[in-house]
C-alpha cells in the first residue's frame, strides 16, 4: 500500500472525495465507550514499542480527549494549537511512558466534534506529516459511528474494534461493524474482546458475531465480511489498579494475565499487519 496519503483537495469537494487508507494505520475503535479502547490503545502501543517498532498513538477521539488521563501527562501543546497553527507538528509529538510517541488532542474540542471539511483537511494534513516517520501508527478513535469517527477510521488499513462480553457492547459493536462494511466497504475487521471471564469467550463472541453478519449483512457471496478475532484481554484486577493510578499495565505489572495477553496481542498483530505493510 502506499506511504502517503492522498494529498488535501479543495475544502469545499472534500467531504465527497474517497480516501486511501494507509498500509501502517491502524484505528482502534469501538460501538460504545467505557469498554476498555483507550486502555487498550496505550497499552498495546508500549506493547509494540517493546518489539522494536516506532509507534505513535494520535488521540483521534477530539470532542473527548482521555489518552493524556490515562498515560499521566500533561501537555503544552495539544493536536488543537496543530489544527490552528498555534503550532508545529514535531512541537505537538511528545514522548510517552512506555516508549512511543503521541499526540495528544485536549478535551472539550466542541469545533472538531463533527465532520467540515475544515477539519477533514486539517486531519489529512496531521496525517501526512505523521505516517512516514513510524512503523505504525495507532488512531484512538471515538466511541460509536459519528462522522469524525468514521473519518478517522477510513483513514486506517486496519481496524481493531474492541468490544467487552457485555450484550450492550456487542450490539453496538455489531452496529460500527455494520457501518463499516456498508459505507467503507471492508471485508476484514480484527476483534478484540477486553474483560473476557474465561479462556475462549473472546473467540466464542467473535463467532457469533460472524454468523449474524454472515445472515444480515454479508449478501453478496463476492464479498464476504470476516472478522478476525485477535484475542481475549481477561478481567484483571490489575488493570484497575493501574488504570486508578494513572500507569501502564505494561510497565505496572507486566507479568499479570491481562498484560500478557497485550503482549500476544501485539505480536500477532506484527506477524499478520505491521511487518507486511513495513
Known sequence: ?????????????SASVPLKPLGKVLAVTSGKGGVGKTFVSANLAAALAKLGLRVLVLDADLGLANLDVVLNLYPKITLHDVFTGKAKLE??????????SVLLAGSGMVEYSRLTPEVRDDFLRIMNGLVPHYDVVLLDTGAGISDVVLFAVSLASEVLVVATPEPTSLTDAYATIKVLVGQQKRQTIRMVINQTAR????????VQLQQVLDRFVATDPARPIKLVHMGDIPADNAVRQAIMRRQLLMQATPGCPAAMAISQLALKLEETVISPNR
Do not use: H, K, Q
Not at 91 to 100: Q, S
Not at 199 to 206: E, H, K, V
Open 1 to 13: 500500500m502506499a506511504d502517503v496519503l492522498t494529498p488535501p483537495v479543495p475544502s469545499e469537494a
Open 91 to 100: 512541537d505537538a509529538i511528545i514522548r510517552a511512558p512506555g516508549g512511543f
Open 199 to 206: 479462556l475462549g469467550d473472546g473467540r466464542a463472541i467473535t
